[in-house]
């Protein structure tokens, strides 16, 4: 597991590195992460009830 998300890193470092802006660049690799984790449908709202996952940088994610 550890390989594929080695090759996901790389493959949404490269996708998303014309991204003007760090953070578009994060959220981008973020976005396609959610869309293959589990969890049904790829909608804002069931992926917003999804249990919270530490953040792209491994930091616990801030409550808003």
Do not use: C
Request: aromatic share 10%.
């Amino acid at each position: 597991m550890a390989e594929v998300r080695k090759d996901l890193e790389t493959f949404t470092a490269e996708m998303f590195e014309a991204f003007a802006h760090r953070d578009q660049q994060r959220w981008g690799r973020v976005y396609v992460r959610g869309l293959l984790m589990d969890g049904g449908r790829k909608s804002v709202e069931p992926m917003a009830a999804w249990p919270a996952r530490p953040s792209a940088t491994g930091r616990p994610r801030r409550a808003r």
